[in-house]
């Protein structure tokens, strides 16, 4: 398998045609699963806002409160705003914000980013991020799109790449039921393919100002293996959040 950034990419503005873009750069193959960077579909579909475009309601002023209290920073309500307006549900209000996005990603403030943002205050993520993954491969007829975004890990240290969308593949490799070598049958073991590929394609994406948000990963072969469509893991399964639901913070 091989990995290589698109080069060339300008900086993206409302309206870009991304697939234009990949398409002009690279000849893609048969197979090739094109990765690419949330932020510039964000910028490509116009999510760029400023913080006036959230006036802070009485639960915003309310958590945004909390968190200065907490941390020592002042923190904007309109910032906690932005973040309830892009959630369906508010995980843990201290003490960060850590949110279930509209498509079902769990996130610290719903994925907003505040960096690489030269006109404005705030980058959300795409509204749905697999319809943008499949606008984005109808127009450069590729076989797989991903789109990533980088997030923290709970129980580990820093950051990876995962994928919040896709387009062309199911999310995951199923290997309930096959044997493993001393031939026992494996029973829970769903592999999260999508995820691997953009943690793979964010060593190349970076994380600063290295302006490679599309990497092409080539050769990489599913294998002889069942499909799974589970990603973003159900609430009635997810014993850690609900396990939150019932946890409070004590400084």
């Given at each position: 398998?091989k990995?290589?950034?698109?080069?060339d990419?300008?900086?993206?503005?409302?309206?870009?045609?991304?697939?234009?873009?990949?398409?002009?750069?690279?000849?893609?193959?048969?197979?090739d699963?094109?990765?690419?960077?949330?932020?510039?579909v964000?910028?490509?579909?116009?999510?760029?806002?400023?913080?006036?475009?959230?006036?802070?309601?009485?639960?915003?002023?309310?958590?945004?409160?909390?968190?200065s209290?907490?941390?020592?920073?002042?923190?904007d309500?309109?910032?906690?705003?932005?973040?309830l307006?892009?959630?369906?549900?508010?995980?843990?209000?201290?003490?960060f914000?850590?949110?279930?996005?509209?498509?079902?990603?769990?996130?610290?403030?719903?994925g907003?980013d505040r960096?690489?943002?030269?006109?404005?205050?705030?980058?959300?993520?795409?509204?749905?991020?697999?319809?943008?993954?499949?606008?984005?491969?109808?127009?450069?007829?590729?076989?797989?799109?991903?789109?990533?975004d980088?997030?923290?890990?709970?129980?580990?240290?820093?950051?990876?790449?995962?994928?919040?969308?896709?387009?062309?593949?199911?999310?995951?490799?199923?290997?309930?039921?096959?044997?493993?070598?001393?031939?026992r049958?494996?029973?829970?073991?769903?592999?999260?393919v999508?995820?691997?590929?953009?943690?793979?394609?964010?060593?190349l994406?970076?994380?600063?100002?290295d302006?490679?948000?599309?990497?092409?990963?080539?050769?990489?072969?599913?294998?002889?293996?069942?499909?799974?469509?589970?990603?973003?893991?159900?609430?009635?399964?997810?014993?850690?959040?609900?396990?939150?639901?019932n946890?409070?913070?004590?400084?």
């Amino acid at each position: 398998m091989k990995l290589f950034p698109v080069p060339d990419v300008p900086e993206i503005r409302e309206g870009d045609d991304l697939a234009a873009i990949v398409s002009e750069r690279v000849e893609l193959r048969p197979g090739d699963v094109v990765c690419v960077a949330s932020t510039v579909v964000s910028k490509a579909e116009g999510r760029l806002f400023d913080l006036s475009d959230f006036p802070a309601g009485p639960r915003a002023r309310e958590l945004a409160g909390r968190l200065s209290e907490l941390t020592g920073d002042e923190k904007d309500p309109r910032f906690a705003q932005a973040v309830l307006e892009e959630s369906v549900e508010l995980v843990m209000e201290e003490p960060f914000l850590l949110t279930e996005t509209r498509f079902g990603h769990v996130g610290v403030n719903a994925g907003i980013d505040r960096s690489n943002v030269a006109d404005h205050d705030l980058l959300l993520l795409p509204k749905r991020p697999s319809e943008s993954a499949e606008r984005i491969r109808a127009g450069i007829d590729a076989d797989r799109v991903v789109v990533t975004d980088t997030c923290g890990r709970p129980f580990r240290h820093g950051q990876r790449g995962v994928a919040i969308g896709w387009a062309g593949m199911a999310p995951a490799r199923d290997w309930r039921g096959e044997p493993d070598r001393d031939g026992r049958e494996l029973g829970v073991t769903v592999e999260s393919v999508v995820d691997e590929l953009a943690a793979a394609a964010n060593l190349l994406q970076g994380e600063g100002a290295d302006g490679t948000p599309i990497v092409v990963v080539r050769d990489f072969e599913w294998g002889d293996h069942g499909e799974s469509d589970a990603h973003f893991r159900d609430v009635e399964g997810d014993f850690v959040r609900q396990a939150l639901r019932n946890w409070r913070y004590d400084p």
